[in-house]
């Protein structure tokens, strides 16, 4: 895949160092002369100091042969525009916006007109004030946020003493909007579990639940047997 990236800061520079490290093709397009230099000595993709707000520097960058556009400066107005132009000049391309205001990326989810404009918005403000909040409030889940679901993806450990080792999925009795979806034994070996799934008496397991029921699911995974 062949991916068009416009800012050089923290966003741009790891989410251009993950998409090479997957195999895809990156181009990164950066306003600031220095930091654009600085780049192009750490990725292996093409480094273009120019304005992605330009529709010469998108059409510079191949915007019509690319996969996916991603507007990742700290700048909502530039960001939008940007975007805007790569799906005038290229209308099949994915586009991936940035929003530092989570005021704005909530307009763009409702308005449908702008929609179109849009395939995916993010807050990475919002997802780390969100993140952080929810560790605060409930401490001690290694976990994954889904924000706009309403969700979260958390990780527990089983040992010995876990009042939930040994036992079936279906004995548990978990809230009806959590679900297991995998656990893995003390050697890393994975379990797709049922209804009669034997729990193993040390080993971990991913649940997917919504955030209001979090605290239930937990109160159940980190009950320890009595007397033991």
């Known amino acids: 895949m062949f991916v068009i990236i416009m800012g050089a800061g923290r966003v741009g520079y790891l989410v251009a160092k993950m998409l ?11 306003q600031d ?8 000595l750490e990725i292996n993709g093409l480094v273009i100091e120019g304005d992605a707000t330009d529709p010469k520097t998108l059409e510079e960058a191949n915007i019509k042969q690319a996969h996916a556009f991603a507007a990742l400066t700290g700048k909502d ?3 939008i525009l940007a975007c805007i132009l790569a799906k005038n000049l290229n209308p099949s391309i994915y586009t991936a916006l940035r ?37 605060l409030s409930t401490p001690g889940f290694d976990r994954v946020l889904f924000p706009k679901e309403g969700a979260e993806i958390v ?12 036992k079936t999925v279906k004995e548990l009795g978990l809230p009806k909007d959590a679900l297991i979806v995998a656990v893995y034994d003390r050697r890393g070996n994975l379990i797709i579990p049922s209804g009669d799934t034997k729990l193993p008496e040390e ?5 997917f639940a919504k955030t209001g029921v979090l605290d239930d699911v937990k109160d159940i995974f980190e009950k320890m047997n009595e007397g033991r």
């Open 20 to 30: 090479e490290e997957d195999g895809h093709d990156v181009t990164v397009i950066e």
């Open 33 to 40: 002369g220095e930091r654009a230099k600085e780049l192009s």
């Open 77 to 79: 107005d530039a960001n």
């Open 203 to 207: 080993g971990s397991l991913i649940v």
């Open 155 to 166: 990780r527990f450990e089983i040992t010995p003493d876990s009042w939930v080792a040994g």
């Open 99 to 135: 929003i530092s205001n989570p005021k704005n990326k909530r307009i763009f989810e409702r308005v449908e007109d702008l929609k179109k404009y849009f395939n995916f918005t993010i807050s990475p403000e919002e997802i780390a004030a969100e993140y952080i909040s929810r560790n």
